[in-house]
């Protein structure tokens, strides 16, 4: 089992930048694929971004692509969103998980990952 808790959220002006962490401790963090995911108020979980393994590979919503990267150091079992040029609509409850899938392919589903986080929330004013 893996226990994974977020940090870094908060409230930040349109156009500003935050950088999410997601800690993990547990099994060996290298064996996971890990994601974020983020809910808005009265909208569905959104798939944000995954990382593969060895972090080789990534993939990025639509919606944030080009603004937001994934990374992670296995050394330090810990995942990164780094979050540029934030719009209101970026503003939700920012998820981290942990998939033991051993396929990337399917990394934006989150019926995949099986581990999650708390969350932490991300508020963005205009």
């Known amino acids: 089992q893996v226990q994974v808790v977020e940090s870094g959220g908060g409230l930040v002006q349109a156009g500003g930048s935050l950088r999410l962490s997601c800690a993990a401790s547990?099994?060996?963090?290298?064996?996971?694929?890990m994601g974020w995911f983020r809910q808005a108020p009265g909208k569905e979980r959104e798939f944000v971004a995954a990382?593969?393994?060895?972090?080789?590979?990534?993939n990025y919503a639509d919606s944030v692509e080009g603004r937001f990267t994934i990374s992670r150091d296995n050394a330090k079992n810990t995942v990164y969103l780094q979050m540029n040029s934030l719009k209101p609509e970026d503003t939700a409850v920012y998820h981290c998980a942990a998939s033991q899938s051993p396929r990337w392919i399917g990394s934006s589903d989150y019926t995949r990952y099986d581990y999650w986080g708390q969350g932490t929330q991300v508020t963005v004013s205009s």
């Open positions: 547990g099994r060996t963090f290298s064996n996971y694929v």
């Open positions: 990382i593969s393994w060895g972090g080789g590979s990534t």
